[in-house]
């Protein structure tokens, strides 16, 4: 069965700090990846995805994450950390075009 | 905004009552989604509808079900209601089938008392 991993539910930084929220996917197919992220009391909000090409994908807000299948990962990176970027981040794995599969989220907080 | 729509934003209600969660989708969508947050199970999965017809389900309780209507929008229905069904409600939507992007709502809240 198809899941997901995020290791570590806090992660705290400094502003201006590197950013590194941690995903491993488990699917025996070729999977669709995403990272969503949730601000409190909000719905939410596509970040950026991969299905198929090139591995390094952007996504908004300065984030990026790296395809590799070799270490079946997925880790979601900004080069500095801004107060707005507190929020919870969640790792989401599509095997199917008919569901998303969430990790259990990690949430950022991010100090001045 | 995503363009997804959910009323009510709240929902108080007793054990034992039933509810009815609706979402519009985005202009165009042809697929809606349901998921359920609650802090012990995370985001689950509920049930997919394209255009009119269930597609994939989840871990969808017996007591829960769901429609779309010819106009697309959804109704998630929610009876014999109990405490553990306390939880955000979000709705997503995306263009075709297959397809790989899910737009959310902001969800409803519903707290069962």
């Known amino acids: 069965a198809q899941s997901v991993t995020q290791l570590g539910s806090h992660v705290s930084v400094s502003e201006g700090a590197l950013v590194l929220l941690r995903c491993n996917y488990s699917?025996?197919?070729?999977?669709?990846l995403f990272w969503y992220v949730q601000y409190p009391n909000q719905g939410l909000q596509l970040l950026l995805k991969?299905?198929?090409?090139?591995?390094l994908v952007k996504g908004i807000n300065g984030f990026e994450a790296e395809f590799k299948k070799s270490e079946t990962s997925f880790h979601l990176t900004k080069p500095s950390a801004h107060m707005s970027d507190a929020a919870e981040y969640f790792c989401?794995?599509?095997?199917?075009?008919?569901?998303?599969?969430f990790g259990t989220g990690t949430r950022l907080q991010v100090f001045p | 905004d995503s363009g997804v729509t959910q009323t009510p934003k709240h929902l108080i209600t007793a054990t034992g009552q039933r509810v009815t969660l609706r979402c519009s989708p985005r202009?165009?969508?042809?697929?809606v989604y349901w998921y359920q947050q609650s802090l012990d199970q995370g985001l689950q999965f509920l049930i997919h509808?394209?255009?009119?017809?269930?597609?994939a389900k989840g871990n969808i309780l017996e007591r829960f079900s769901a429609q779309q209507f010819p106009d697309l929008h959804s109704e998630l229905n929610l009876s014999s209601l109990e405490l553990g069904d306390s939880a955000l409600y979000f709705c997503?939507?995306?263009?075709?089938?297959?397809?790989?992007?899910?737009?959310f709502g902001p969800g409803t809240r519903l707290t069962v008392l």
């Open positions: 997503a939507s995306s263009a075709s089938f297959p397809a790989d992007t899910q737009y």
């Open positions: 991969y299905t198929t090409g090139a591995t």
């Open positions: 202009s165009g969508d042809l697929s």
């Open positions: 989401a794995v599509s095997p199917l075009p008919d569901k998303l599969i």
């Open positions: 699917s025996s197919v070729p999977p669709y």
């Open positions: 509808y394209y255009n009119g017809e269930e597609r």
